[in-house]
């Protein structure tokens, strides 16, 4: 049983415009949350993070929300830019397993179009 | 620093036959993962490694097995492939600070490993 759901597989926004991705948790115990960035032919590497402490992180052109009581975050992207063009993974982590485990989400793929 | 790195990248194998995989990384962090990863699956923790000489079982352990010999480094084996291990496995590493803070792992560029 996925315990993090990213239910849109795909997504196409065109150049400029915001691009909006979605993740649900159902494990109460997560409270550090993760979005990784993956091109083809290449691992994972990691985008922005938020802690349950807190309900928005920005960096730059990235920023995610998270609703705890709904266990839903987000990542909106501001301006999407081709090169933004590749699949996002959610994550979550429980703090008090303490060997790190990530537990993540399907993916989902962004197209960002001319 | 080559980061996290992963021997081969490419594989086909068949039914029955063994092999392992090879992970390096050179950031002298304390914790392994190996993950696979399949189509509408997102990545599943097989095994991971909280040190040199430990291992632990992941969400998905049967048909693997591991060793962390090195700290540097994280072998996955398999016994006697099935095609049900077709999949794309990735490596990653990580540093716990031990704090509240994130725990960024740094990921190989994965093997693709076909079972026929």
């Not at chain 1, 083809?40 to 929300?65: C, M, Q, Y």
């Not at chain 1, 993974?89 to 179009?113: E, I, N, P, R």
Request: with cysteine; net charge neutral; glycine share 8%.
């Amino acid at each position: 049983d996925q315990q993090v759901k990213q239910n849109s597989p795909s997504l196409s926004v065109q150049e400029g415009r915001i691009s909006i991705l979605n993740c649900d948790y159902t494990n109460s115990m997560f409270d550090y949350f993760l979005w990784y960035k993956k091109y083809p032919a290449e691992g994972p590497t990691f985008l922005i993070s938020i802690s349950s402490i807190k309900d928005k992180n920005e960096d730059g052109r990235f920023t995610v929300f998270l609703n705890k009581s709904a266990k839903h975050l987000s990542l909106h992207i501001v301006p999407s830019q081709p090169g933004d063009s590749a699949v996002y993974f959610c994550a979550a982590s429980a703090y008090t397993d303490s060997w790190g485990k990530l537990q993540f989400g399907a993916g989902t793929q962004v197209v960002v179009t001319p | 620093n080559a980061g996290v790195t992963q021997t081969p990248k490419f594989r086909v194998l068949k039914t029955g036959q063994s092999m392992t995989l090879l992970c390096a990384q050179d950031m002298n962090h304390e914790y392994m993962y190996w993950y696979r990863q399949d189509p509408g699956m997102g990545l599943r923790l097989i095994h991971y490694s909280v040190g040199e000489g430990t291992t632990a079982k992941g969400e998905v352990p049967d048909g693997y097995n591991v060793s962390r010999l090195k700290k540097q480094n994280f072998l996955l084996g398999l016994e006697s492939a099935a095609p049900s291990q077709t999949s794309v496995y990735f490596c990653a590493s990580s540093i716990i600070t031990g704090l509240a803070d994130y725990n960024e792992q740094f990921f190989g560029p994965g093997t693709r490993l076909t079972v026929l």
